[in-house]
């Protein structure tokens, strides 16, 4: 049995209150007048790139150029509406209304009041997508009956536990944003829905009890199978058959088909409705393959250091070596499509699309390009290396990269939509990453310390204990 010390729990709770602090100075310092955020950002404050768009005109953008040059006027002003919504992330379309009233300031303060809550809410997103693809990878191993994973399903179990906690977090925020405590989702402010004919043709989807419904359906059937699997994988431990080894094969086969339906579902609802002008195909995919080797390097890292702490002791070089593979064949996965989504939408050049990659290119260059680099090329160029997989101190530093750059990826897709070029990794973003990986510290391993590590019961733990290669 593992024990969950005092100096890890400490640590858990120190990381917690260092990220609750953060997240506090982001709200009590976000503007409460126009006057104060025009003041902030002339002393340059809010503007984390420093870049043209500082002041928040979107008059010369590209995009509304080629508005210009490829459709009527009509065309045109959705087009423009349609800038000004990504931009500034609280839904006025245009930053004079018809009777000539000056919306810039507004755009601006919106802008400012969303950092903290889009920090909150990226940090929070993303540790419940580990959780979430953890039990993807876990339900997938379970549904195909494999032989050399039982020895770690203890770890998966863990991490998994901290699912329901953060996903109900998560839809807190999602309430409370329907309830207009902040801008993150301009379509659930009716103003903005009255001039968008856009967003108006899209309500039957993208309104605020359909939302809010869709999301207790999605995380109470990803919480219901959890905590059946669980349930059934300790009950196989004292059992004298394999009965709930096989209610977990078939709970996890019928868990597959609902998770790929409610996975892209919530990618759709959750990310991509922030800039509800703007939508891929590929994007339910593209989140899936982020949480997915998020979770399968999360399971890495905590392996290799229960392992380091005298545990796992059926856990050998070569189930490290099958994860690092995973890390490997998903970032790889992860990159193609990125790619795929990329290239089409820049290569059509319709304004209503690239305006999402012109955004983050012109005005997130650093975090857009740098997430490349720390989820494709350095897993690639460390990774490839067979023998690299079977060392522990390789597999952790890589890991630790992959799953920051997993971090950026999704501040790369929420922020700009929410809070425009007023972005900056300050005090409030570090804050909220801290907190919720002190709490995703502290549930998953007080989880993995219930139960014995050791799978006995398992009819494939045999052959997972012999797992070599």
Do not use: C
């Amino acid at each position: 049995m593992y024990t969950f010390t005092n100096k890890l729990r400490n640590l858990s709770i120190i990381l917690m209150v260092i990220g609750f602090l953060g997240l506090t100075y982001g709200f009590l310092t976000a503007p409460n007048t126009v006057e104060q955020a025009n003041a902030m950002v002339a002393d340059g404050h809010g503007d984390g790139h420093g870049g043209d768009h500082g002041a928040g005109t979107h008059d010369n953008h590209p995009v509304v150029d080629k508005a210009d040059a490829h459709a009527d006027d009509k065309h045109h002003n959705e087009t423009a509406a349609h800038e000004d919504h990504h931009q500034g992330g609280h839904g006025e379309a245009h930053d004079k209304d018809a009777h000539g009233e000056d919306h810039h300031g507004e755009h601006l303060l919106h802008q400012l009041q969303n950092k903290p809550w889009a920090a909150l809410y990226v940090a929070a997103f993303f540790f419940m997508m580990i959780a979430l693809g953890t039990l993807a990878f876990y339900a997938v191993n379970r549904a195909a009956q494999a032989g050399w994973s039982p020895a770690l399903f203890r770890v998966m179990e863990g991490i998994t536990a901290y699912l329901l906690p953060g996903a109900l977090i998560v839809f807190v925020i999602l309430a409370l944003s329907g309830m207009h405590f902040n801008h993150l989702f301009i379509w659930m402010d009716p103003e903005v829905v009255a001039h968008d004919k856009l967003i108006q043709g899209k309500v039957g989807f993208l309104n605020v009890p359909g939302f809010l419904i869709r999301a207790l359906i999605y995380i109470g059937g990803w919480a219901t199978y959890r905590y059946f699997s669980r349930k059934f994988s300790l009950a196989q431990d004292q059992a004298d058959d394999i009965s709930n080894h096989k209610k977990n094969f078939r709970i996890s086969a019928g868990f597959l088909v609902f998770f790929i339906v409610t996975e892209s579902m919530m990618s759709w609802d959750w990310i991509m409705s922030i800039d509800p002008h703007w939508f891929s195909t590929l994007f339910g995919w593209y989140v899936f393959a982020s949480m997915f080797v998020s979770g399968i390097t999360t399971i890495a890292l905590i392996t290799i250091y229960l392992k380091s702490k005298g545990y796992l002791e059926k856990v050998n070089d070569s189930h490290i070596h099958d994860l690092g593979k995973f890390m490997f064949g998903i970032s790889i996965f992860w990159t193609y499509l990125w790619f795929s989504q990329f290239m089409l939408i820049w290569y059509s050049n319709i304004p209503e699309e690239v305006t999402y990659f012109i955004t983050r290119i012109e005005d997130y260059n650093i975090p857009f390009f740098g997430m490349l680099i720390m989820n494709f090329i350095f897993p690639l160029l460390i990774l490839m290396n067979s023998d690299y997989k079977r060392v522990n101190y390789i597999i952790v530093m890589t890991g630790i990269v992959v799953i920051l750059g997993h971090y950026v990826d999704v501040f790369n897709m929420i922020m700009p939509s929410a809070v425009g070029d007023q972005w900056f990794i300050g005090i409030a973003e570090v804050g909220g990453f801290l907190f919720f990986l002190g709490l995703f510290i502290f549930v998953v391993f007080k989880e993995i310390s219930k139960a014995p590590l050791h799978a006995v019961g398992d009819p494939f733990m045999g052959e997972s204990e012999r797992f070599h290669y």
